[in-house]
């Protein structure tokens, strides 16, 4: 028996001890009122990860709560939240308790920490989603990841009378293929699995691409309920450089940039920024491999490149740019690594000049949040462009350009950091002002507004 049918299989055993449960102490179920009485809309905004690091799922509450709605926001609280989040009294954020420790460590095999993982969130989600938080009209769940959370999301929108939303941010299958490959029996049962609560589940489904929305409806997904697409577009807190004072001021205070602030402002170094969650779907080698070629051009132009983001191969390539640098590899190149807090964050994006995006969608119809947020900055953008839904948000030659290896992405650095590249550059940069006006807020008005009834 493979790890993921197992696994499966303790997803089923936890759901039938949880039916009986709940089927003995049921939750309270939420109550529909008639139209006149114009209650606010109350949502249930689920992510089975990290709160502070899921942007757009925090987008969603506020965009709820903008319009008086009131909304439970439930994850883990490992990082800080969006600061308006805490500062709203329409939300409030309740914290999945996470496995105990001995689960999320490697000192017992995956086959038995695995299958306790997968009950230990089976019950933690049927707690706060049945009995922590009261009912509401709507529950709004990220996917993926998909197990055990389409399942938990199902079951309680049928015992609180709770319409489901899932919003697909990719496949949970095809992230599991990167890297146990297409044809593996994990893949195919997890494949099946959300294929099957894909059709079953919702009432109404978000995509964060046109292409996602066409492969929902075809096979082997053949889901029938309503999609809507609704792209990514920066918060408020990403804008364009006000003033170079405010670029001067930030550079100066930031530790990463305050020894090289002279030099960025007078354009002698050029700053770009990456933002990763240093998992295998971005191949930062690309990057590395890209910056040892340019720097073996005669004179190359000089350039401090800030990563940002916490995650498991972090130490891994920290180590590899240690080794380049003391190999003499990467002269006239600064790589620093940080973790910032979302202020900083937005400002330091604001304040570069070319952001890096090396994101490698494992379904080809997803897109990275990041370069919306390097648009929402003002920030042109490079990106790995492998995959088919690149085009909807990153345009060649207007506000970005696509590379798919080191040395193509080392040609594209050598010629917007030349003299000869300036008037591109600058076409780049316009380019991206005017993403920068395409704005959430907006875009969420336009597509889910009248759904949740807080928009006419």
Known sequence: MTYLAIILGFTLVGLVLGLIVVFTMLPSRYVKHSPASHDPVSVQVLV????????RMQYHALSVARHGGRVDLIGYHESAPHPDLLANPHVKIYSLAPPPALLRSKSIPFIISGPLKVLWQVWTLIHVLGYGTPPATWLLVQNPPSIPTLAMALLISVLRNTRLMIDWHNYGWTILAGSKGH???????SKAYECALGQAAPTVNITVTHAMKRQLEQPPYNIKSPILTLHDRPASIFQPLKSLPDREDFLERLPETRDFAANIMSGQIKLIVSSTSWTPDEDFSLLLNALVTYAEER????????????????????????????RGKLPNIWIRTAWLAIEDYARLLSCADLGVCLHMSSSGVDLPMKVVDMFGSGLPVV???GYESFGELIKEGINGCGFKTADELAVILRRLFSAEGMLEFGTLREGAKKESNLRWDEEWDQVLGRVFGVVD
């Open 299 to 326: 004179l190359p132009h000089p350039i401090m490149a800030i990563i940002t983001g916490r995650g498991p191969q972090k130490a891994f390539y920290e180590k590899e740019i240690q080794d380049l640098q003391k």
């Open 48 to 55: 089975l990860g990290d709160i502070g690091r899921s942007p």
């Open 183 to 189: 044809n593996h029996p994990f893949v195919e049962i």
């Open 383 to 385: 990106a790995y462009s």
